[in-house]
């Protein structure tokens, strides 16, 4: 008769061990659910935080990527666009996104952070050591939300070895404007 009662007594912990852990699993799953649709309503009160112009442009280009269930956010701001310079065009600042050897050629991407056609990328490299300029250009592409620079590539063979200075320019008839300067180091 003991073994009977530890037999149920055992059968019954197992059972309220396997309904708790069942229960614990379901809240969990549920928080998360939970987070994410949190994260989803701070998302659209950011978004709702933005003005718009006397245009009824936005002042900011808001992107947002939807991914495994998670929302994030990516800002473009445009305070890298200044209005008229010297000669009347837009004032632009291009952004160097990566510059890099790769086989036996330095390549270069960039873009232009408004959206237009028909403007030329100039990718300028300096070397540090003797101050040699080499230049590679090439045509932008109009993005959903850029300015693309085609790939700007220029083989190893014409830059001379060690530190070397890349800056992207962006001209079209409308804008211009230069990236920071980006170091590389050529072999």
Do not use: H, R
């Amino acid at each position: 008769m003991n073994s009977t009662k530890i037999t149920i007594l055992a059968i019954i912990s197992l059972s309220l061990i396997f309904i708790v852990g069942t229960f614990l699993f379901i809240s969990q799953n549920n928080n998360v659910a939970t987070d994410v649709k949190t994260d989803s309503a701070a998302t659209a009160d950011y978004i709702d935080e933005y003005t718009l112009d006397e245009s009824g442009n936005s002042e900011t280009d808001v992107t947002i990527d939807q991914t495994d269930n998670k929302i994030t956010v990516i800002e473009k701001n445009d305070s890298n666009i200044a209005k008229n310079s010297s000669d009347g065009k837009n004032v632009v600042v291009p952004v160097v996104v990566y510059a890099d050897v790769f086989g036996s050629n330095l390549e270069i991407s960039a873009y232009v952070p408004l959206v237009e056609s028909g403007g030329t990328c100039t990718a300028t490299i300096t070397s540090v050591a003797s101050g040699k300029v080499t230049t590679s250009q090439g045509e932008s592409t109009p993005g959903a939300s850029t300015t693309d620079c085609i790939l700007l590539t220029i083989p190893v063979s014409q830059l001379e070895s060690g530190l070397q200075t890349v800056v992207v320019s962006y001209s079209s008839a409308a804008t211009q404007g230069s990236s920071d300067a980006t170091e590389v180091s050529v072999p």
